[in-house]
């Protein structure tokens, strides 16, 4: 792997004043910590840092940040934005150890397709990323879920999966990942009786009715009344 770098250099100023005056610079102050060591405070180039995070580990991508002409190993853990411009305001970096595990998050995402798809059912992810021990160099980009035997009603826990290679998956309990819930049955709409032009719901109802007595009676009495129900308020 490439080493990517990052350049940064040490402040020695604290809070608002000095942070503003590193902005107007085209800086941002950021922190590094870890190792059992005091945090290191420094300022770097927000857009070069996010140019070297464009990689597909995107934020678990292992960088080296160089400092007064030393090297660290670091991971982008933590960030701030401002709430209107969203643009970078604040870094933090974890020291890491290429020898030693760390724990990050790791994307899920899904392969394969399920019979129970087919039959209406609908996939969720109950969780977006898992947790996981792994050395820094080995940290994979994704965890990817095999759905393509999961039916409907079924799920998929954190304990079913197999972790990458030298990785180890990290919970305490055994959580859902997946799971393929039942399709919603559609209602029916109830019929509704036909309301006659004119006339109130009750009357309506029975103007409508008026026709299949008509058609039952002998003779053609109740025939004629029908109209007049029909008209009996304007």
């Given at each position: 792997?490439?080493?990517?770098?990052?350049?940064?250099q040490r402040?020695?100023?604290?809070?608002k004043?000095?942070?503003?005056?590193?902005?107007?610079?085209?800086l941002?102050?950021?922190v590094v910590?870890?190792?059992?060591?005091?945090?290191?405070?420094?300022s770097?180039?927000?857009?070069?840092?996010l140019?070297?995070?464009?990689t597909?580990?995107k934020?678990n991508?292992?960088?080296t940040?160089?400092?007064?002409?030393?090297e660290?190993?670091?991971?982008?853990k933590?960030?701030?934005v401002?709430?209107?411009?969203?643009?970078?305001?604040h870094?933090?970096?974890l020291?890491?150890?290429l020898?030693?595990?760390?724990?990050v998050d790791?994307?899920v995402?899904?392969?394969?397709?399920?019979p129970?798809?087919?039959?209406g059912g609908?996939?969720?992810?109950?969780t977006?990323?898992?947790v996981l021990?792994?050395?820094?160099a080995?940290i994979?980009v994704?965890?990817?879920?095999?759905?393509?035997n999961l039916?409907?009603?079924?799920?998929?826990h954190?304990?079913q999966?197999?972790p990458p290679e030298?990785?180890?998956f990290?919970y305490?309990t055994d959580?859902?990942?997946?799971?393929l819930?039942?399709p919603?049955?559609?209602?029916?709409?109830?019929p509704?009786?036909a309301?006659?032009?004119?006339?109130?719901?009750?009357e309506g109802?029975a103007a409508?009715g008026a026709?299949a007595?008509?058609?039952?009676?002998?003779?053609?009495e109740?025939?004629k009344?029908?109209p007049?129900?029909?008209g009996a308020?304007?």
């Amino acid at each position: 792997m490439a080493d990517i770098i990052v350049n940064a250099q040490r402040r020695e100023g604290k809070g608002k004043g000095p942070a503003r005056r590193l902005r107007q610079q085209g800086l941002i102050p950021a922190v590094v910590y870890g190792r059992k060591q005091e945090p290191t405070h420094l300022s770097v180039d927000p857009a070069g840092l996010l140019k070297a995070i464009e990689t597909p580990h995107k934020f678990n991508t292992l960088l080296t940040l160089k400092l007064d002409g030393a090297e660290k190993h670091v991971l982008f853990k933590d960030w701030a934005v401002d709430p209107v411009s969203r643009k970078l305001e604040h870094a933090d970096f974890l020291e890491v150890s290429l020898e030693e595990p760390v724990k990050v998050d790791v994307p899920v995402v899904t392969t394969g397709r399920s019979p129970g798809q087919a039959e209406g059912g609908i996939l969720s992810l109950a969780t977006h990323e898992i947790v996981l021990e792994a050395l820094p160099a080995k940290i994979p980009v994704r965890i990817e879920v095999d759905i393509t035997n999961l039916k409907i009603g079924q799920s998929i826990h954190v304990s079913q999966l197999t972790p990458p290679e030298g990785c180890k998956f990290k919970y305490s309990t055994d959580y859902v990942v997946a799971f393929l819930a039942v399709p919603e049955k559609e209602e029916v709409a109830a019929p509704v009786a036909a309301v006659v032009a004119g006339a109130t719901p009750a009357e309506g109802a029975a103007a409508a009715g008026a026709p299949a007595a008509a058609g039952a009676a002998a003779g053609g009495e109740a025939a004629k009344k029908a109209p007049e129900a029909k008209g009996a308020k304007k």
